[in-house]
């Protein structure tokens, strides 16, 4: 079964970069036809896809976010990562990595990680 | 994208039926047989309910269904039981390889 597990740094300071982690396990991050998506919830609100990448590393962006957001793939690690440029306080939200998989689906998620974006 | 719409809160006694509208557009709902469904209790990480508009992963009950029409998914819950109380949220497939979430119901079981 597989398991996903987001890690990074639990506060970041506006203006800088968040950079975020998930180490997949129980499944390659190669497997043909899965997509690794990160999604995020902000306190009290909805979730917000962020975007994915292919083990092939294409790689596809949320158009509000697309400017600010880069999604990289290690397959030697298992391990995929976020990072977000100028965060503001918009930013704070519960930050959680998922898979996607054929007919598009979020069929496993990591616990998820807060990240709260304050000075 | 614009988030797909869902009522802030339904609400149901144990053993009745409740549904929950999730509204887009033809980019999305309208537009792909690829809407899904999640629950999450607080504090907790979301479970796909549903997914393909109305196919069931292993393990859901099947009081949970799915449906769509035009531009609007729905999730029905038949036979509310305690457990079922948390939030529901709907997600579509959109153009230009994007997804889109809905705003979320919260589910209160009398």
């Known amino acids: 079964q597989v398991q996903l597990q987001e890690s990074g740094p639990g506060l970041v300071k506006p203006s800088q970069t968040l950079s975020l982690t998930c180490t997949v396990s129980g499944d390659s991050i190669n497997s043909a036809g899965y997509y690794w998506s990160w999604i995020r919830q902000p306190p009290g609100k909805g979730l917000e896809w962020i975007g994915y990448i292919y083990y092939s590393a294409s790689t596809y962006y949320n158009p509000s976010l697309k400017s600010r957001v880069s999604i990289s793939i290690d397959t030697s690690k298992n391990q995929f990562s976020l990072k977000l440029s100028s965060v503001t306080a918009a930013d704070t939200a519960v930050y959680y990595c998922a898979r996607d998989s054929p007919e598009r689906r979020f069929d496993s998620w990591g616990l998820g990680t807060l990240v709260t974006v304050s000075s | ?110």
């Open chain 2, 1 to 110: 994208q614009s988030a797909l719409t869902q009522p802030r809160s339904v609400s149901g006694s144990p053993g009745q039926s409740v549904t929950i509208s999730c509204t887009g557009t033809s980019s999305d709902v309208g537009g792909y047989n690829y809407v899904s469904w999640y629950q999450q209790h607080p504090g907790k990480a979301p479970k796909l309910m549903i997914y393909g508009v109305n196919k069931r992963p292993s393990g859901v009950p099947d009081r949970f269904s799915g449906s769509k029409s035009g531009n609007t998914a729905s999730l029905t819950i038949s036979g509310l039981q305690a457990e079922d109380e948390a939030d529901y949220s709907c997600c579509s497939y959109a153009a230009s390889y994007n997804y889109v979430f809905g705003t979320g119901t919260k589910v209160t079981v009398l």
